[in-house]
């Protein structure tokens, strides 16, 4: 399976906002990663790109944005921050909140700045210790050690879809499960809303997008015809002269 440059470019339309050359790079390496994890169809396309579409705001939001309100934590992790006092010394400082809702989980160090180096990245919004080692287990990228790699145009739909099978999408995909497929990736349900309206996006972007042309195969020339043997040219003369005897 292939993506048209066209079609990325017009479902994301300002895809190359905070990479440059990033929708470039998503689909001059599609066929390559698609056939490496078995995305060979196009409802399971439009079940990655849909989700991917959602998790990165179609490409703006590549990197996790936590500079949030005290309000908006409240909202977000309602279970660590139970009150406005609690939330506020993190209102504003991106670092500090990573630190403090990651850290002790996802494989992230408790006390160290795990929280803030592995928050949400890339297509999938990869986000925790364990989750980059699993991409990096998948593509020999070292994305713990360059975090950046997940963002970058090469690499961005190899980890992504990496971490789409990774977390165990792929059977859901395969039953047109939005649903499954969401709860895997995302841990909930989340933005369901809002990924099934991408899904339908992909799903009628895919139907729609012109099939690659079959390359032409020339017919094999025609086998001249044989000569007739000596034998039969003889023995047609004879034939020939004896009529007219």
Not at 31 to 51: C, E, K, N, S, W
Request: net charge positive; with cysteine; charged share 20%.
């Amino acid at each position: 399976m292939h993506l048209d440059e066209a079609t990325l470019r017009r479902l994301w339309p300002r895809g190359d906002s905070r990479v440059p050359r990033l929708i470039a790079g998503i689909v001059q390496s599609s066929d390559q990663v698609f056939a490496r994890y078995g995305i060979v169809t196009p409802q399971l396309v439009a079940h990655v790109m849909a989700q991917i579409s959602h998790e990165c705001g179609a490409g703006r939001d590549i990197v996790e944005n936590l500079n949030y309100t005290a309000g908006r934590m409240m909202q977000v992790w309602p279970s660590r921050f139970p009150t406005l006092a609690s939330a506020q010394p993190y209102a504003g400082n991106p670092r500090a909140l990573a630190n403090k809702v990651y850290n002790g989980r996802m494989g992230n160090r408790a006390g160290s700045d795990d929280g803030w180096n592995f928050r949400g990245r890339g297509g999938a919004q990869t986000t925790g210790r364990e989750g980059y080692a699993r991409v990096k287990t998948a593509t020999g990228l070292d994305v713990i050690e360059q975090p950046e790699l997940l963002i970058d145009p090469r690499h961005f739909l190899d980890c992504a879809v990496s971490d789409f099978i990774n977390c165990g999408c792929l059977p859901f995909a395969k039953a047109d499960d939005v649903v499954g497929v969401t709860r895997r990736l995302n841990g909930g349900a989340i933005g369901l809303a809002e990924r099934k309206v991408w899904l339908a996006r992909w799903k009628a972007a895919l139907r729609d997008m012109p099939a690659p042309t079959a390359p032409v195969v020339a017919s094999p020339p025609l086998a001249p015809r044989s000569a007739p043997s000596t034998v039969a040219s003889i023995l047609a003369a004879v034939i020939a002269a004896f009529r007219r005897a």
